[in-house]
């Protein structure tokens, strides 16, 4: 067990829906990342959050958005779902805003099927 | 631009010494990371290496650093089954602080 904890495992939805994923950072840390991992694509930066506030953003379309909340945990909300979209999604946190020498602690993962 | 590239594949006999390869794009990036990452499961950080380093030697492990070519490779010695996994390479971009993952090196350790 990483520390950082992700909900749902597992989520199928079908094309047009909404969806959220949440992330529990592992205690302490201040930043959260999100990462979208596809066969095709890789691994993608999505976003980072620091306490509570957006510090960097990557490849991240429009439907989607996130936040982190006072308490630290974050969610990022999928809408308007598309099949391309079905993908493993990581959340990972860090310390601080670069993480460390030890780089981010990564989550087991959502995977997200749309039918 | 930002782009971390690695081979796809490598297959190598249990026991034998792998050698996973990676090229990264900021001379700049202060830290560089290997991670694992096991069917089903996340990413497990393996080792890092600051740019100030040309070699870390942890167990099994060396991790080599050519920083005039921006090259890095991960040494593993005495190949296990159960080092069977994908590897990504990563630099840390310190304009933004975020990590840049290559595509993942598949490793597949034959009996």
């Known amino acids: 067990d990483s520390g950082v904890t992700q909900t749902p495992k597992h989520l199928i939805t079908a094309t047009g829906q909404r969806v959220t994923l949440r992330c529990s950072p592992r205690?302490?840390?201040?930043?959260v990342y999100w990462y979208q991992q596809s066969l095709d694509q890789g691994l993608q930066f999505l976003i980072q959050?620091?306490?509570?506030?957006?510090?960097a953003k990557g490849n991240i379309l429009e439907r989607f958005s996130a936040q982190q909340f006072p308490d630290l945990h974050s969610e990022l909300n999928l809408s308007s779902l598309e099949l391309g979209d079905s993908a493993l999604y990581f959340c990972?946190?860090?310390?601080?805003?670069?993480?460390?020498?030890?780089?981010?602690?990564f989550g087991s993962g959502t995977r997200l099927t749309v039918v | 631009g930002e782009d971390v590239e690695q081979s796809l594949f490598l297959s190598v006999r249990e026991g034998d010494s792998s050698v996973i390869n990676c090229t990264y794009t900021?001379?700049?990036?202060?830290?560089l990371y290997w991670y694992k990452q096991e069917p089903g499961a996340g990413l497990q950080l393996l080792t890092y290496?600051?740019?100030?380093?040309d070699m870390k030697q942890d167990q099994r492990l060396t991790v080599l650093l050519n920083k005039k070519d921006k090259h890095l490779s991960l040494r593993i010695a005495d190949t296990q089954t159960g080092d069977s996994a994908i590897y990504f390479c990563?630099?840390?971009?310190?304009?933004?602080?975020?990590?840049?993952f290559g595509s993942g090196t598949r490793l597949l350790v034959r009996p």
């Open positions: 990972a946190s860090s310390p601080q805003v670069g993480g460390t020498n030890y780089g981010y602690t």
């Open positions: 205690s302490g840390d201040l930043s």
């Open positions: 959050y620091y306490n509570g506030e957006e510090r």
């Open positions: 900021d001379s700049s990036s202060t830290y």
């Open positions: 290496i600051f740019s100030n380093m």
């Open positions: 990563a630099e840390r971009m310190d304009s933004s602080y975020k990590l840049i």
